[in-house]
T-cell receptor
């Protein structure tokens, strides 16, 4: 089974509107971290936001927020007030603590969602 | 400063060439990573260096040879590559290789093997 699932290959949003990018994950490890990255067409992966499995509150960073529903194993990224520069591929990733000794540093990435912001 | 730099930005090489990719960070991070990424796919982990020692090799062919000369520098030596090795090669670093620490990526090197 895939550990990270992003079900939306492509999404469109009107400029200035909010958009939600879906991410579900699968782990039996009680300690894990969830990350979102943005990759514009230039290629650089840009870290956006982090949510730890023990965090009580949803993470927020500027226009980015993470809708973390632990029981449903979902970690959706919400982008408010979309801008043309938000057009990019977005990856959800997970790192599990149980792997830290044998596979420290391994992240599992989803297949990504391509977001297009329309003017 | 959260910058990871990579050189060169683009590289075209023949199958018999030897070339190297370079990655540098000055954030004091002790974990560094090489990823390979094909178009419209997620990055695939190749190697992890933790405190300048190779900690993970994801069964990468020996034509790729990583090197970590010091805590700020990471190289990837390339020899006798195949056309299917053409991809974007991303370097990343994190404070340490732990679950809590985000990775900062460089801009990547676009490699074409002819």
């Amino acid at each position: 089974a895939q550990k990270i699932t992003q079900t939306q290959p492509g999404m469109f949003v009107q400029e200035k509107e909010a958009v939600t990018l879906d991410c579900t994950y699968d782990t039996s490890d009680p300690s894990y971290g969830l990350f979102w990255y943005k990759q514009p067409s230039s290629g650089e992966m840009i870290f956006l936001i982090y949510q730890g499995s023990y965090d009580q509150q949803n993470a927020t960073e500027g226009r980015y927020s993470l809708n973390f529903q632990k029981a449903r194993k979902s970690a959706n990224l919400v982008i408010s007030a979309s801008q043309l520069g938000d057009s990019a591929m977005y990856f959800c990733a997970m790192r599990e603590a149980l792997l830290r000794w044998t596979n420290a540093g391994k992240s599992t990435f989803g297949d990504g969602t391509t977001l297009t912001v329309k003017p | 400063d959260t910058e990871v730099t990579q050189t060169p930005k683009h590289l075209v090489m023949g199958m018999t060439n030897k070339k190297s990719l370079k990655c540098e960070q000055h954030m004091g991070h002790r974990a560094m990573y090489w990823y390979k990424q094909k178009a419209k796919k997620p990055p695939e982990l190749m190697f992890v260096y933790s405190y300048e020692k190779l900690s993970i090799n994801e069964s990468v062919p020996s034509r790729f040879s990583p090197e970590c000369p010091n805590s700020s520098l990471l190289n990837l030596h390339l020899h006798a590559l195949q056309p299917e090795d053409s991809a974007l090669y991303l370097c990343a670093s994190s404070q340490v290789p732990g679950v809590l620490y985000e990775q900062y990526f460089g801009p990547g090197t676009r490699l074409t093997v002819t």
